[in-house]
């Protein structure tokens, strides 16, 4: 309104009984060509909570006067090269959060349990299509409603609480179909709906059945002393099976008399495989009968969906599920997961193009955990650790185990960062290090003498590395009741920023508690 003011573009009000919904404004804004550059209703502004709402539903192309909305740049505010960077994708429109982007995606940036399911969840509330891309039950995704409700997610996306988006399972997931059915109950428990107008299943998303489960422990008890420390959900061999092309896709439950000759082909092969192997694939062919009939109306070709949609000018948001430090090129290896959890992941996932993603976010601890063997420079041990378990509640959501703590791993961050092109970052959890007095900060690994320029592919060299550290001054004071970036204590501030100054990416949401609403967003400072 601010630039309407100054005749940058011209406004009409209309009235407050035009339909109201983003879809509705989206058709007055585009038949709007030849008239005013934007339509207002002021009690829309007031229902969608701001003037970005009716903006984000409309391509820059679709409006004459483009450059005046409030989502550009004016020209006055570019800077340093730094900042040009980000202005290739400007994603937030305003302080509710509000996002410029048809496609976005949230990923982990460090060993996973970083809190992406929260993220998700809100910003789920904008868009049309949420969609899981990788990975399997080994997920676990904690969020919140506003009521304080809580909910474990394991497969389902976690914009399920959106009662107007579609939820997606993409190519890239292993399933466990009782396990699915399993969560979908604990949800309709919990008041939330979902079938099949509400979650979509990839026919190309391969099965995990419980002879995989099987597999997985009989693996790592061969190991003895070298464990990986999987989540034993059977997650790697499924994705063994994939690659060994004698796996089941979701599918083939169409075809049960085909269905069942694969399940006997994979049960013959585990037990020829591995001694003690327990498993009785008649009862689980009949068993999956049952289930056939009711997984069969959300399997779809989500391929063709995804993109139908959005071509269409469907929004969609991308869940990631684990992080980069377990991505099986570019973790710890063999310390990792099964799947690709970064940017690549999400392209082979879901079938979707890379061109079509705008907004890539990384979502990053204020500190570090980590479950699971594998190596961990800046693991924090004894008193320290225990407290800050303790405050943040570092406990599996998906095997209850204890996590190992550490400091934040700029080194780290900065990789994940170039991997993935993170054009934004989440911080989460600042408010667990609110007591402390002192926050140190890994902004270098030396080994042998030598300054390491990036996270070493081989374990030795990473497990012997000599960690350097930035100590910072703490804030000593309870976080949890700031929603702005004023409300943050000055040293809560120097930390953001200095974290910032070293990866070189905009701490654009910073979580304080975790409650939906327990979350601080910046105004990129090129958004006036």
């Avoid at 002879?211 to 034993?232: S, V, Y």
């Avoid at 350097?468 to 702005?484: H, K, M, N, V």
């Avoid at 508690?513 to 910046?522: F, Y």
Wanted: charge should be negative.
């Amino acid at each position: 309104l601010q630039l309407a003011r100054s005749g940058t573009y011209s406004v009409w009000i209309i009235p407050s009984e035009t339909p109201t919904t983003p879809r509705a404004l989206t058709k007055l804004l585009s038949n709007a060509l030849k008239g005013p550059d934007m339509l207002i209703d002021m009690a829309a502004v007031m229902q969608l909570g701001g003037c970005s709402q009716l903006t984000q539903q409309v391509g820059r192309s679709q409006l004459p006067a483009a450059r005046g909305l409030p989502c550009s740049i004016p020209r006055r505010h570019i800077g340093s090269r730094r900042q040009l960077r980000s202005l290739r994708t400007p994603t937030v429109c305003s302080a509710s959060g509000q996002l410029n982007a048809q496609v976005a995606v949230v990923l982990g940036s460090q060993w996973g349990d970083e809190g992406k399911g929260k993220l998700v969840d809100i910003l789920a509330q904008q868009y049309d299509i949420i969609a899981r891309a990788q990975g399997g039950a080994n997920a676990g995704h904690t969020i919140y409603d506003l009521e304080g409700n809580k909910y474990k997610l394991h497969l389902v996306p976690s914009g399920i609480l959106n009662k107007e988006a579609q939820c997606v399972i993409g190519n890239g997931v292993v399933v466990h179909l009782p396990g699915l059915f399993e969560e979908i109950e604990t949800l309709a428990g919990q008041g939330v709906t979902v079938d099949a107008s509400r979650l979509k299943l990839s026919d190309r998303a391969h099965l995990l059945f419980d002879l995989h489960k099987e597999i997985d422990g009989l693996r790592e008890a061969e190991l003895a002393g070298k464990q990986i420390g999987t989540t034993k959900r059977g997650i790697g061999p499924a994705y063994a099976s994939k690659a060994t092309r004698n796996g089941i896709r979701a599918g083939d439950l169409r075809d049960p008399e085909a269905f069942a000759a694969k399940l006997r082909v994979l049960a013959k092969d585990g037990a020829e495989r591995f001694e003690g192997f327990a498993y009785d694939v008649e009862a689980d062919i009949e068993a999956y009968k049952g289930i056939a009939e009711r997984v069969l109306p959300m399997i779809t070709d989500t391929v063709e969906y995804i993109n139908t949609s959005f071509e269409s000018g469907a929004r969609i948001l991308i869940e990631g599920a684990n992080a980069t430090m377990l991505d099986l090129d570019f973790g710890t290896y063999p310390y990792v997961t099964s799947s690709n959890p970064s940017i690549g992941g999400v392209i082979a996932g879901l079938g979707i193009a890379p061109q079509k993603l705008q907004c890539v976010v990384g979502v990053v601890k204020a500190y570090t955990t980590r479950v699971g063997e594998g190596p961990y420079p800046t693991e924090i041990h004894g008193d320290l650790a225990e407290e800050l378990r303790e405050e943040g509640a570092e406990y599996g959501t998906t095997t209850g185990r204890p996590r190992r703590i550490g400091w934040l791993d700029i080194p780290a961050l900065k990789y994940a960062t170039r991997i993935n092109g993170f054009t934004d970052l989440n911080l989460t959890k600042l408010d667990v290090l609110s007591k402390l007095e002192t926050i140190r900060v890994a902004t270098s690994y030396t080994f042998n003498g030598k300054v390491l320029e990036s996270v070493p592919s081989d374990l030795p060299t990473l497990s012997a590395v000599e960690v350097g550290y930035e100590d910072l001054p703490g804030w000593q004071s309870d976080i949890s009741g700031a929603r702005t970036w004023d409300d943050l204590p000055e040293n809560a501030q120097k930390y953001i920023r200095r974290i910032e100054e070293l990866v070189g990416v905009q701490c654009t949401w910073i979580g304080v508690g975790p409650g939906r609403e327990a979350m601080v967003v910046q105004d990129s400072k090129w958004i006036q």
